[in-house]
């Protein structure tokens, strides 16, 4: 059975910092692409960061040189450090995986997280 839990979630000012960690089970880790999603109010669900097997990112053009994804493979953990954060950044962020390499449509991707509130207050 797999399982994808996030944590680090929370409220924070504008200009604030997270980091979002997300660990997981049932699955070999070390071979899976691993995602971040965020999905606001009225918003389709879109991915902020990716990270193949390999360790190649991609992300998201609002986000570039604010977030960071990384990869554990020995704690299963992949994590998002969010910098500078701003009211826009403010969404339900999901921890996907996928077999295979990171792909942007939330679609390709059949594991989920429960997902985690993010909210940037002004």
């Known amino acids: 059975q797999v399982q994808l839990v996030e944590s680090g979630g929370g409220l924070v000012q504008a200009g604030g910092s997270l980091r979002l960690s997300c660990t997981a089970s049932?699955?070999?880790?070390?071979?899976?692409?691993m995602g971040w999603f965020r999905q606001a109010p009225g918003k389709q669900r879109e991915l902020v960061a990716g990270?193949?097997?390999?360790?190649?990112?991609l992300y998201l053009d609002s986000v570039k040189g604010r977030f960071t994804i990384s990869r554990d493979n020995a704690k299963n953990t992949v994590y998002v450090q969010m910098n500078s954060l701003n009211v826009e950044d403010t969404a339900v962020y999901y921890c996907?995986?996928?077999?295979?390499?990171?792909?942007?449509?939330?679609?390709?991707?059949?594991?989920w997280g429960q997902g985690i509130q993010v909210t940037v207050s002004s």
């Open positions: 990270i193949g097997s390999g360790g190649r990112t």
């Open positions: 996907a995986a996928r077999s295979g390499p990171v792909l942007g449509g939330a679609s390709w991707w059949k594991k």
């Open positions: 049932g699955i070999t880790f070390s071979s899976y692409a």
